[in-house]
């Protein structure tokens, strides 16, 4: 069974920073793209980032350019997303995904797996 838990999740000042982890099992990690969404409420869900199987390639939404970055480490079958200068506009849960495309994509249907969300909240 394919689990993705995200973790690290919090209530962060504006101009703060945070890193949220995803841990992955029952799955061969290092085979899988790796995605973060993010879904505030009353929207649809959004690419964040997504970062290919042996971190070659990286790519990210234009609103978290200079402030976000996704890494993995395939030993620890672990992806995470380094938060910096929070804006109370990247407030929601944030998601990671698995996808098995060729290619790292921002669209929510290439990615086959999903967590259950951690909150990220920027408010002072």
């Known amino acids: 069974q394919v689990q993705l838990v995200e973790s690290g999740g919090d209530l962060v000042q504006p101009g703060g920073s945070l890193r949220v982890s995803c841990a992955a099992s029952g799955l061969t990690f290092s085979s899988y793209n790796m995605g973060w969404f993010c879904q505030a409420p009353g929207r649809e869900r959004e690419f964040v980032a997504a970062?290919?199987?042996?971190?070659?390639?990286?790519k990210l939404a234009d609103s978290v350019k200079g402030r976000f970055t996704i890494s993995r480490d395939n030993t620890k079958n672990t992806v995470y997303l380094q938060m910096g200068t929070l804006k109370p506009e990247d407030t929601a849960v944030y998601y990671c995904a698995a996808g098995s495309t060729t290619q790292i994509v921002a669209l929510r249907y290439a990615y086959d797996y999903w967590g259950q969300g951690t909150q990220v909240t920027v408010s002072s």
């Open positions: 970062i290919s199987r042996r971190s070659g390639t990286t």
